[in-house]
């Protein structure tokens, strides 16, 4: 068994097909999302759960995990907030993971004390964030204890230094097993900049895979636990001036995303690689793409494997219609 971990997170929805030759690159699927309803976390608006459930009964080695949250979904907050509300949250987690025979749980509060996504926010969510974590734990052990099957306890988390001080870093640190951080949607509106980038690509705009590592782990995560992120999908401008279309020129807006097997299939576009970023991009009549590619995952595995970090992740299965980039990660990390 490879000594670091390959993980995708995979996306409800109708028609969802899994490919069973990807299944040897994967050591780990995050079934996105379950949702806080009432208080309590619901898998009832699932469409392909037992689409999933089939392709791990196909391929046992691939853990099983269920996502609960993810941008915009409300509710976290709320039923954080009272020792009752986590109960409620950790007792219906528990009994929906074990319905579906999930063994881990992946907590994507996007953010604790934000409300960007348009969802409740308070400045106590980041003492009861570390409660609700706390509680989970707990769960997981006692079923653990049960059954002898060891459970994973993960959560995500952006990639902006600015987050940092919105969690207890030293104490979430001791309870979670994974600690996935989403280092994609970096890129800086107005800019034609990187999304994916390992590395700060120019010193106005030091965002970057490394530069939140560096903060997260100095305010107490341990880099083991850490795992990286990869984009299945492109981010995209148009420039201002489409006759400089170079990274790092002035954006006149956003486009809207394209999924990779999107971006790679239409011919029109030219490709390049930032090597101080470590970051691939594109660019096609004033259009610019940043994206993450098998030269940036292989970049990004080579750092997890020097650094001693555990592992590659992405957003999102589907993005991948080929499976290139889902050897790509595995390849990474097991040369």
């Known amino acids: 068994m490879s000594k670091f971990i390959a993980a995708q997170y995979v996306f409800d929805r109708e028609g969802l ?84 025979g999930f063994l881990g749980i992946d907590i994507d509060w996007e953010y604790p004390c934000r409300d960007e996504a348009a969802i409740a926010a308070s400045p106590n969510d980041k003492e009861n964030f570390t409660l609700l974590l706390q509680d989970l734990r707990a769960g997981l ?64 705009f030091p965002t970057s895979a490394k530069t939140a590592l560096d903060a997260f782990c100095a305010a107490g995560i341990p880099k083991e636990k850490v795992m990286f992120g990869n984009a299945f999908y492109a981010r995209r401008f148009a420039a201002l001036d489409p006759q400089r279309c170079v990274p790092f020129a002035p954006a006149k807006e956003y486009l809207p995303s394209i999924r990779y097997h999107e ?48 592992g590659l992740m992405c957003w999102e299965y589907g993005g991948d219609h080929e499976g290139e980039l889902t050897r790509a990660m595995y390849a990474s990390l097991n040369p």
């Open 17 to 100: 097909v899994f490919r069973d030759e990807d299944a040897p690159f994967l050591n780990q699927l995050n079934y996105s999302f379950g949702l806080i309803k009432g208080g309590a976390v619901s898998g009832d608006h699932w469409t392909a759960i037992d689409t999933y459930k089939a392709f791990i009964r196909r391929h046992p080695h691939i853990l099983p995990v269920l996502s609960v949250g993810g941008w915009g979904a409300d509710g976290f907050s709320q039923a954080a907030a009272t020792k009752e509300g986590r109960a409620r949250f950790v007792q219906t987690a528990l009994e929906l993971m074990e319905r579906h």
């Open 141 to 204: 052990d006692a079923l653990t204890r049960k059954d002898q099957k060891p459970r994973l306890l993960a959560a995500a988390f952006g990639a902006h230094v600015r987050l940092v001080d919105d969690v207890e870093c030293k104490k979430i640190g001791v309870l979670l097993d994974q600690f996935n951080l989403m280092t994609y949607d970096l890129q800086t509106a107005g800019t034609l900049s990187y999304h994916a980038p390992l590395y700060p690509g120019h010193p106005n």
């Open 263 to 310: 971006l790679i299939q239409d011919s029109g576009w030219q490709h390049a690689f930032d090597e101080t970023a470590c970051a691939a991009y594109a660019t096609k009549d004033g259009q610019f793409a940043t994206y993450d590619s098998v030269r940036s995952i292989a970049c990004k595995g080579e750092f997890i494997r020097s650094n001693g970090l555990m």
